[in-house]
């Protein structure tokens, strides 16, 4: 798989250039977030690369709102963790 990827060289670089100038454009549209949902989030760096590694892309609606359910979910998760080791 990774031989097929090559085969696209710069061409493949571009796209993936493009589709990060868009997001870093679209970013603003960061939710609010909890203090323990940011800490998620910036565990992975930033809202864009967070989203990212979930391919999911942070400049549309749906996907923002899937983004955000995961950091509830991750931050709940961590607090049930920390009550647990009390």
Known sequence: MCDRLA????S?????????ILADLYTDAEPPLSPPEQEVV????SWTQFMMSFGLKPWETEDAEEGKRIA???????????ESEE
């Open 12 to 20: 493949l670089k571009i796209i993936v250039d493009f589709q990060n």
């Open 72 to 82: 509830e979910t991750f931050a709940a998760h961590d607090d049930s963790d920390e």
């Open 7 to 10: 085969s696209y060289g710069p």
């Open 42 to 45: 910036n565990a992975y760096g």
